[in-house]
């Protein structure tokens, strides 16, 4: 720990372009690996469309390279995720002074944080953006209106919803580093509660169809993980305060 807190900023920039190197490094095997069942991974996120009659189309040559491509690699990075937390740790540690055990719990929480977000964004945002965005109609227009969407940007929208959403569930391990450096205190995330619950229900409003019930379930894990961002805040100040 010393020896690290000792390093030169050329040795920091050096295991900085390590790390960088090894992530991206599990993100190719694992796009890869995504690769061979890119068709299922496909049929998973279509899924959620047939519920709504929606034809999908591709109007470029590249087109389908690039669908291929994008959801190998989305899915390898999804995979690589814990990797990714673990070797951004692990460059902090010294600063933070983050034992083994430690980051491995933070690995772990940060994962299973993750996947939720994962499964939140597909099981209940995707749907509801769906039914949301698709219910528009014109009752003067004379024309018939079909939903036919190009098959890469819903891929890609399908996708980016997700990994937002497991970014998004960060959010007690944001308060735990912001805790750990200072920049957030227990009394800063009580005073401002309110204003974070007013923007979640401002977010979820924008998010979802106009009607209290979606509102308030694509809000209520956003309440639930500030108030844990709260309760690690707190353990995270009081370990300060004993050292």
Request: charged share 15%; proline share 4%; hydrophobic share 55%.
């Amino acid at each position: 720990m010393n020896k690290d807190s000792k390093m030169s900023f050329w040795e920091h920039a050096d295991e900085l372009r390590s790390r960088t190197f090894i992530v991206l490094a599990y993100v190719a095997v694992f796009s890869i690996f995504s690769y061979i069942y890119v068709e299922d991974i496909i049929q998973i996120l279509l899924q959620q469309s047939k519920p709504y009659f929606i034809n999908f189309q591709v109007l470029k040559v590249t087109s389908m390279f690039m669908v291929v491509f994008g959801v190998s690699f989305f899915t390898g990075l999804i995979i690589s995720f814990p990797i990714l937390i673990y070797n951004v740790f692990k460059f902090l540690s010294p600063a933070f002074q983050i034992t083994i055990s430690r980051l491995l719990v933070i690995v772990i929480l940060c994962s299973i944080l993750f996947s939720l977000g994962v499964l939140f964004g597909y099981y209940i945002i995707v749907p509801i953006l769906l039914d949301f965005f698709t219910s528009f109609k014109f009752e003067k227009l004379t024309i018939d209106i079909q939903n036919n969407f190009t098959l890469d940007q819903y891929l890609r929208w399908n996708v980016r919803t997700m990994f937002m959403n497991g970014l998004i569930f960060q959010m007690p391990v944001i308060s735990f580093v912001g805790s750990k450096i200072g920049i957030l205190t227990p009394a800063f995330l009580r005073h401002y509660r309110r204003h974070s619950f007013i923007f979640f229900l401002v977010m979820s409003a924008l998010i979802t169809p106009p009607d209290p019930l979606s509102q308030i379930v694509t809000c209520i894990p956003f309440v639930i993980l500030y108030e844990v961002s709260i309760i690690i805040a707190v353990f995270t100040i009081k370990e300060r305060a004993d050292k």
